[in-house]
């Protein structure tokens, strides 16, 4: 009688539990809002007749028209759930459409993005050459002009020393030029 008890219990405390749980909202709300149909013609209709073969007409024709009642109700169900599957079909087809869009659209957008950068970058080498051109140009004119100074002043001290050179010295100077020129030793 224990275990009954604690059973018992467990189904009260379950029951309990799942209509406070908040995870079957949906279940709830479909509870709440949900129209039942109206009340069958058939409850309480029978009146028994008093003959029995009367009584089973009456309720072989009760059978006939539940049936048809049913197979109506049936129909309405499996329409209404076909149109609630190409419902969903169409607003899933439609999302697709949507997903598809965006990727395009997102698709679309890095292409162009894509160009910027390449002309951004085509116009940044462009740049680049024409300044190592520049640079390349002004290094050859320094590099020119320094070998033409270099070039005058070899020139220049050529001259002087050929000027040096062609200078008659007297012989009574030549000696002391001598003595000078072995004590301020000076690199030709």
């Known amino acids: 009688m224990v275990t009954s008890g604690t059973s018992s219990f467990k189904t009260l405390s379950r029951t309990l539990f799942h209509s406070f ?93 894509a160009k910027v950068r390449a002309q951004e970058r085509m116009v940044a080498e462009a740049e680049f050459r024409q300044t190592l051109l520049k640079e390349r140009a002004e290094k050859l004119e320094n590099w020119r002009m320094k070998r033409k100074i270099h070039e005058d002043k070899k020139k220049e001290a050529n001259e002087l020393l050929r000027r040096q050179s062609s200078i008659w010295i007297e012989e009574k100077d030549l000696e002391a030029k001598i003595v000078d020129i072995m004590v301020n030793v000076t690199a030709l």
């Open 21 to 113: 749980s908040t995870k079957s909202s949906h279940h709830n709300n479909h509870q709440q809002t949900h129209k039942f149909l109206d009340r069958n013609s058939f409850l309480g209709s029978w009146k028994s007749p008093s003959d029995p073969k009367e009584a089973e007409k009456k309720l072989a024709q009760l059978r006939r028209d539940y049936a048809k009642q049913v197979k109506n109700v049936r129909k309405e169900y499996i329409q209404e759930m076909e149109l609630l599957r190409l419902d969903k079909l169409r607003k899933e087809e439609a999302r697709k459409e949507a997903i598809r869009v965006a990727n395009e659209e997102r698709k679309r957008l890095k292409a162009e993005a």
